[in-house]
C-alpha cells in the first residue's frame, strides 16, 4: 500500500506528518517503509536517526557518442531529434548530458549504431533501519540529489522503484513529497493509492492547497486533507477553509492544534508522539480515517 | 542594475512574507516571484494585471486514436510511463521528447507545442512586478523563472530602475538554479530548526557552487534558543554574514490575513528593522561589508 504525504507549500508539515505516522504505525506492529521523495531537501532522516545500511549511486540514462561509427555531416538525425538540446553538431556530435532527459530517442534514431547507452550520477539514494522503541524498526529510503543538478524527477523515479521492489512491497510504504505541483510532485504521487494533503489555515496555505488539490485531482488520484496548526490564525480564516473543503467534498482527515511546544519539539528534530504523547491518539485517528477513505474511495475493494 | 534574490532551500521560513516586507521598504525596485510553482507574493503584493503573456515550452504527444493500431510499440518504448494500458496517453507524464512519434509505425502521434503556463507584467503598490503561475503538472518551471527575470530586467532598464527584489523558488533544483545564476545577492532565510538548518547547508553549499554572494536573515529566531545559537556559529563559521535576526509573532499571519506586508501593518515596529536590513544589503551588493548596527 502506498500513501503519498503532499501539499502545495513547503512548511506545512509533511515531514512533521510522515515521521510521526511511520514511527506510530511501526510501534502498532505495522510493516513500514517512509521513503524521503524530497530529493531536494531530504529531512526525515533527523527526526528518525536511521541507521544506513545501504549506500547506492543513482545514475540517469545518457547517450555516448562512438565518433568511429557517427556517419557524420550528412546524418545528424540524433542532433535534428533531440528536443533537449543534449546533442549538438560541432563538427562531430557532442552531447551535453545535464541537459539529457534520458528518453533514447537518439540511439532509437541513430542509423548506424553510433549511440551506447552510458549513464551519470544524480545523486544517492540510501536505505536504512531506523529503531522506534518498543524492538520495532522503520524501514527508510532516501534519496539526496547532487549539489548543482537541475532534474530531480529521474532521482526520484528511481527511489519509487526502489520501494516499489522486495522487501519493500511488503506493509505501508508513506512517500514524504516535495512541495509544489510541478514534475518533482507529479513523480512522485505516480501510483500512490492514497494521499494525505497537509495545509495551514492561512492565506499561502489555502491558496497552495487548491494547487494542490487540482494536481489531485488531473492524476485522479483519491485525496483528503490534514489542517495542520488548527487555529493558528484568525477564527475567520479557519472558517473560509472549512467551508471551501465542504464545498468541494474534501474529507478532512485530521486537525492538528497550532501549539508552540509542539513547534520546539518539531524545532529540536524530536517525534511529536514522543514530546507530547497526547498526539499520539490524534495520529491512531488519521490513519483509521485514511482507511475508511481509501476504502470508500476504491469502492470497497481495499485490502490493506 | 542589482539583483537581490530571496531564497530558503526550506519552504515555510517566511520566505515570502520577508520579501513583501522588503518590497514595501528601501528603494525603488521591480518586484520578481520566480516562486512560479507557488506563486505567494501576489497574495500580499495585489497587483494589477497589465499584461498577460501565454508561456510555451517543449512540447506534447498527440494521438490521433482513428490511425491507432494498438500495436503497443509506443508504450514499450516510452521511458516515462506515460503510455498507459490499451495505449492511452497520459499527458502529465509525457515529457514531450518525442520518442513515441519517431517510433509510431501508423503516423497516429504528432508532437504539438505546449502551453505551461503564463507570466504578468502588473502594477503593484511598492512598484512594477513581474510574476507568472505554471500550470498545474507542468514542466520547464526553470525556462519559466528565466522568462520571468528576463522581463523584470526590462522593465528595470525601462523604468530607469537600480533594483530587482526578487521571491525565489523553494529546493536547490531546477528553478532555483534557473533563479540564482548570475544574481548580485543571494539572502538566505532560515528558522532554528535542525531541518532549516540542514537545508541552509544545502543552499549556501548551491550559491557557492554558482559564485553569488550570500547572506543569512534568521527568522523565528526565539522558538529555540540553542538551535538559534547553532545557526549563528554556522554563519561565522561558513563566513556568510548573519544580517538580522526576527522573533517569532503574530504579525505575520494577521498581516498575511489582511493581505498586506509587515511594513504595513505596523509600521512603527517593522520599518526601521527592514530599512537597516536593505542598508545591510545594499552595502554587501557594492562589494562592501553590512553597515555596522
Excluded at chain 1, 488531473?218 to 465542504?246: H, I, K, Y
Excluded at chain 2, 539583483?3 to 526550506?10: D, H, N, P, R, T
Excluded at chain 2, 522568462?147 to 523584470?152: D, F, H, N, Q
Aim: aromatic share 6%.
Amino acid at each position: 500500500m502506498q500513501i503519498a504525504i503532499a501539499s502545495g507549500k513547503g512548511g506545512t508539515g509533511k515531514t512533521t506528518l510522515s515521521v510521526n505516522l511511520a514511527a506510530r504505525l511501526c510501534r502498532t506492529g505495522h510493516t513500514v517503509t517512509l521513503a524521503d521523495c524530497d530529493v531536494e531537501e531530504p529531512n526525515s532522516h533527523i527526526f528518525l536517526s536511521p541507521a544506513w545500511t545501504r549506500t547506492d549511486e543513482a545514475h540517469a540514462p545518457v547517450p555516448r557518442i562512438i565518433q568511429d561509427r557517427c556517419v557524420g555531416t550528412d546524418c545528424r538525425i540524433c542532433v535534428n531529434e533531440c528536443r533537449f538540446k543534449a546533442l549538438a553538431w560541432m563538427g562531430e556530435v557532442m552531447d551535453f548530458p545535464e541537459l539529457c532527459h534520458g528518453c533514447g530517442l537518439c540511439m532509437e534514431a541513430c542509423p548506424a549504431g553510433a549511440i551506447v547507452e552510458a549513464s551519470r550520477v544524480m545523486g544517492i539514494i540510501n536505505h536504512g533501519t531506523a529503531d522506534t522503541g518498543n524492538g520495532s524498526s522503520l524501514r527508510m529510503l532516501s534519496g539526496t540529489l547532487r549539489i548543482g543538478e537541475a532534474m530531480s524527477p529521474p532521482l526520484i523515479r528511481s527511489l519509487l522503484e526502489e520501494a516499489a521492489s522486495p522487501p519493500y512491497t511488503e506493509g505501508i510504504v508513506l512517500r514524504d513529497c516535495p512541495p509544489g505541483t510541478s514534475c518533482p510532485v507529479i513523480t512522485s504521487l505516480e501510483g500512490a493509492d492514497y494521499t494525505i494533503l497537509v495545509t495551514e489555515p492561512t492565506p499561502f496555505g489555502m491558496h497552495d492547497l487548491r494547487l494542490a488539490v487540482q494536481t489531485l485531482r488531473l492524476l485522479g488520484q483519491p485525496f483528503g486533507v490534514v489542517v495542520n496548526r488548527d487555529g493558528m490564525s484568525a477564527e475567520q480564516e479557519g472558517t473560509v477553509l472549512d467551508g471551501w473543503l465542504l464545498e468541494e467534498h474534501i474529507p478532512v482527515l485530521a486537525r492538528f492544534p497550532y501549539s508552540r511546544a509542539a513547534a520546539s519539539a518539531c524545532a529540536e528534530g524530536t517525534l511529536l508522539i514522543d514530546a507530547l504523547p497526547e498526539t499520539t491518539a490524534r495520529y491512531d485517528a488519521l490513519w483509521k480515517e485514511v482507511l475508511t477513505q481509501m476504502t470508500r474511495a476504491t469502492g470497497g475493494s481495499l485490502h490493506a | 542594475m542589482r539583483e537581490i534574490l530571496v531564497i530558503s532551500g526550506k519552504g515555510g521560513t517566511g520566505k515570502t512574507t520577508i520579501t513583501a516586507a522588503l518590497a514595501a521598504s528601501g528603494p525603488a525596485k521591480v518586484i520578481a516571484d520566480c516562486d512560479v510553482d507557488a506563486a505567494d507574493l501576489h497574495l500580499i503584493a495585489r497587483p494589477d494585471d497589465t499584461a498577460t503573456t501565454p508561456f510555451y515550452s517543449g512540447q506534447r504527444a498527440v494521438f490521433d486514436s482513428e490511425l491507432c493500431t494498438q500495436c503497443g510499440i509506443c508504450q514499450g518504448k516510452c521511458r516515462f510511463n506515460a503510455i498507459g494500458s490499451g495505449v492511452r496517453h497520459r499527458a502529465e507524464l509525457c515529457e514531450g521528447c518525442g520518442l513515441c512519434a519517431y517510433v509510431c509505425p501508423a503516423g497516429a502521434i504528432r508532437m504539438t507545442e505546449r502551453l505551461c503556463g503564463e507570466w504578468y507584467h502588473s502594477v503593484s503598490r511598492f512598484g512594477p512586478m513581474v510574476h507568472a503561475a505554471l500550470g498545474i503538472g507542468e514542466e520547464n518551471s526553470g525556462k519559466l523563472v528565466t522568462t520571468v527575470r528576463t522581463e523584470s530586467g526590462k522593465v528595470a532598464k525601462e523604468q530607469g530602475l537600480e533594483i530587482i527584489l526578487t521571491d525565489g523558488p523553494p529546493g536547490i533544483g531546477c528553478p532555483v538554479i534557473a533563479s540564482l545564476t548570475n544574481t548580485d545577492l543571494a539572502l538566505l532565510v532560515t528558522e532554528p530548526t535542525r531541518s532549516a538548518l540542514h537545508d541552509l547547508e544545502r543552499i549556501a553549499e548551491l550559491t557557492r557552487h554558482f559564485r553569488v554572494p550570500a547572506a543569512v536573515v534568521l527568522n523565528k529566531a526565539d522558538i529555540h534558543a540553542g538551535l538559534a545559537d547553532e545557526v549563528r556559529a554556522w554563519c561565522r563559521q561558513a563566513n556568510i554574514p548573519l544580517l538580522a535576526e526576527f522573533g517569532w509573532s503574530d504579525d505575520c499571519t494577521r498581516a498575511q490575513l489582511l493581505g498586506l506586508t509587515l511594513v504595513e501593518f505596523r509600521r512603527e515596529a517593522w520599518l526601521p528593522v527592514f530599512e537597516s536590513l536593505w542598508r545591510d544589503m545594499l552595502a554587501l551588493t557594492q562589494g562592501g561589508q553590512p553597515l555596522p548596527a
